[in-house]
């Protein structure tokens, strides 16, 4: 059994009248210990999914399953020991930390919330494993940098001891020479903790380093889900084709680069507004993801 195990999700917005799915019917898993990448360009809907995985905001259906338990239909007292299971790394740490609360206080009011004993000397521990100063205890958020401010998001997601992280673009703001620091710490603390890690990022680079397996996301769907060694050597779907056309010495089967913008077509294939193969089928036939290889899968009627 999958640690997590999501079926069917589907996430809604509503803008006047208008219903928008920002995540529509995906299914994922992830192992313990395994970390899953989740690609797409901006607005595909991948926030969205993490959040609503981690019960941010609602889902309007679909499950899912943390070691075998729904958490959807969970609340208050019952959902709670599920909940720290499973915590968020953000872009912007400075968006989730209060900006009036010393680390100290931003640490142990978790560990405090769930009852925990010695927490001064698990926040301790906690800060010297993310490479903070103990001095750090009694400073605010905004006396530290970008990256050491992320440093103190990921002590904060880890304070309960989670499981899985996910880690929504964790880098993405962050200097180009401050970001491999970062994203060594979060791979030496999946070692040492046995992390699981569904990790968001529109920077196939960044995903290459990271990811054990990738999901590639368009329109609020799974479009093709492969190893990350399958994925760069043999990409099925057009759109990671075209994703990958902009990488370095990524295989992409000299597909051009994408071209033209995010734009839901009623019927048939999302992707067919864009995509350089498509077909009469791909109007009226909407592709189901389908294995394709083995651990390999893609929603593509020729794939
Ligand atoms: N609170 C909201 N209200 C209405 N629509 C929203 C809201 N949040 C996101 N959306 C819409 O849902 C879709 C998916 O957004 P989401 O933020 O999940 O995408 P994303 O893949 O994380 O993008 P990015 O790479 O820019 O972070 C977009 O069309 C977005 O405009
Ligand atoms: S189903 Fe058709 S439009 Fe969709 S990705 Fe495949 S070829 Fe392109
Ligand atoms: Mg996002």
Redesign the pocket.
């Known amino acids: 059994m999958s640690l997590l195990d999501v079926q069917g999700l589907r996430t809604e ?1 509503r ?1 006047g009248k208008q219903i ?1 799915a ?1 995540v529509d019917g995906v299914d994922l898993t992830v192992a313990a210990g395994e970390t899953v990448g989740l690609v ?10 993490g959040k609503t995985v981690l019960r941010l905001i609602p889902a309007a259906s679909g499950r899912v399953m943390l070691d075998g338990t729904d958490i959807l239909p969970l609340n208050g007292r019952a959902l709670a020991p599920h909940r720290r299971r499973m915590q968020m790394v953000f872009q912007d740490p400075s968006a989730s930390l209060n900006p009036r609360q010393t680390v100290r206080t931003l640490l142990q009011t978790p560990l405090k919330v769930h009852g925990v004993a010695d927490r001064s000397a698990l926040v301790a521990t906690l800060l010297d494993r993310v490479g903070l100063e103990r001095t750090a205890l009694d400073r605010l958020p905004h006396e530290f940098s970008g990256g050491q401010r992320q440093r103190i998001g990921i002590a904060r997601a880890l304070v309960l001891r989670p499981e899985l992280l996910v880690c929504d ?1 964790p880098v993405s703001a962050l200097d180009l020479s401050i970001q491999a620091g970062i994203l060594n710490l979060l791979a030496d603390l999946k070692r040492d903790f046995g992390l699981a890690y569904l990790f968001i990022s ?1 920077d196939l680079g960044v995903v290459r380093y990271m990811a054990d397996r990738v999901l590639v996301m368009y329109l609020g769907r799974i479009v093709e889900s492969a190893g990350q060694a399958s994925l760069w050597q043999g990409p099925r779907h057009p759109y990671t084709r075209a994703l990958l056309a902009s990488v370095p010495g990524a295989t992409h089967g000299g597909a051009p680069p994408l071209r033209g913008e995010l734009a839901r077509p009623g019927t048939g294939c999302r992707f067919r507004t864009r995509c350089p193969q498509a077909e009469a089928r791909c109007a009226a036939e909407d592709p189901a993801l389908r294995t394709v290889a083995e651990g390999h899968s893609a929603a593509c009627h020729f794939a």
């Open positions: 917005y803008s928008v920002a797409g360009e901006s607005g595909c809907g991948k926030s969205s999914l673009e529109h």
